[in-house]
Nanobody, 123 residues
């Protein structure tokens, strides 16, 4: 039983904020580093940010550093992506992913994926 479910996507104006939530299976959540990725239409899926198992270590792509914040609540089996100062370039389907084997920012290294939630930034 492994599943990841994203929520919180929607429409935001440039400069606005949005918070994404990923609900993960309790059977794996505490063992996994968690990552957020995104894929815009016609583009490859790219790394957004990651958080270690304990939440002590964070890593962000340069494109979102200073604007996005990842956090996790292991008691609730959830990971969050707080997105501030949104730009039209942030428009994409955002995916939650779990890495059970280590620490990675690579799409191919993720063990499980959610179905994604669409974020649209437009005026």
């Amino acid at each position: 039983q492994v599943q990841l479910v994203e929520s919180g996507g929607g429409l935001a104006q440039p400069g606005g904020s949005l918070r994404l939530t990923c609900a993960a299976s309790e059977t794996i959540f505490s063992f996994a580093s968690m990552g957020w990725f995104r894929q815009a239409p016609g583009k490859e899926r790219e790394f957004v940010g990651a958080i270690s198992r304990s939440g002590a270590n964070l890593y962000y792509a340069d494109s979102v550093k200073g604007r996005f914040t990842i956090s996790r609540d292991n008691a609730k089996n959830m990971v969050y992506l707080q997105m501030d100062s949104l730009k039209p370039e942030d428009t994409a389907v955002y995916y939650c992913a779990a890495d059970l084997r280590g620490w990675s920012t690579r799409v191919g290294d993720m063990d499980h994926w959610g179905k994604g939630t669409l974020v649209t930034v437009s005026s």
